[in-house]
């Protein structure tokens, strides 16, 4: 469902690009992205997806992380206002999760230090409960596989 704002007209490509975003649940780089939309038959090129991923970041519009090699991963984003992810360092997936500690500390910090306007990110990096429990009863390590978030292609059990 892609949303006008008076920066951004609605064209057919981000219509495209957001309508496949409101189909994944999980993470996706913006190369995987545009493999998709080619895949489907929708004629989006790969800058455009970039400045269209760009714009809906900016706009509140997707999450994104950002991988150990400082790649860029999207996801549809479900909570309204200010969030930080716990995600899955095994297989990928990734909750929403509000925090009034670390704005109160990310707050008090910036402010020690004569900070303003100040913003921030917080991912939280573990193992969900399922993978935890695939964990336990492989005996493998939990960072077996890697995450989009985490540098890799998730591995799903």
Partial sequence: MAERTREQRVTKQRLAVSGALDRLEDFVSTQELHRLLHDQGTAVSLATTYRILQSMAEEGLVDVLRSDDGEAVYRR???????????????????????????????????????????????????????TLIVAREGTPGTAGGSAAAGGAPTRP
């Fill in 77 to 131: 984003c479900e909570a309204t206002g200010h969030h930080h992810h716990l995600v899955c360092r095994r297989c990928g997936k990734a909750v929403d999760v509000e925090a009034p500690a670390v704005e109160t500390w990310a707050s008090r910090v910036a402010g020690e230090h004569g900070y303003t306007a100040v913003e921030h990110t917080v991912e939280i990096f573990g193992l969900c409960p399922e993978c």
